[in-house]
């Protein structure tokens, strides 16, 4: 079993910035991906970004050039860097990881930003 932790969600301004972490702890050795979904009110979940392993690295259309994905893999933590925040990446945020071709979900930290 994996567990899954996120934090660093909240309200910020348009424009403003945010860091999102996840950590992972159990049975977490062989990770295949790791990353963030989003879905907001009355949307389909969408990807936001992820890191493959062998450390390419994926994102929306809508984030390119303004969030970052990163891990730490001595921290067993995947963290998303979110700058320059826009009123549409209102969401909740789910961490997601791929252990051993098995996916993994967060609970999820709500993202909201006010123009």
């Known amino acids: 079993q994996v567990q899954l932790v996120e934090s660093g969600g909240g309200l910020v301004q348009a424009g403003g910035s945010l860091r999102l972490s996840c950590a992972a702890s159990g049975n977490i050795f062989s990770i295949n991906a790791m990353g963030w979904y989003r879905q907001a009110p009355g949307k389909q979940r969408e990807l936001v970004a992820l890191?493959?392993?062998?450390?390419?690295?994926n994102y929306a259309d809508s984030v390119k050039g303004r969030f970052t994905i990163s891990g730490d893999s001595t921290k067993n933590t995947v963290y998303l860097q979110m700058n320059s925040l826009k009123p549409e990446d209102t969401a909740v945020y789910c961490c997601?990881?791929?252990?051993?071709?098995?996916?993994?979900w967060g609970q999820g930290t709500q993202v909201t930003v006010s123009s």
């Open positions: 890191i493959i392993s062998g450390g390419s690295t």
């Open positions: 997601y990881y791929v252990v051993r071709a098995y996916p993994y």
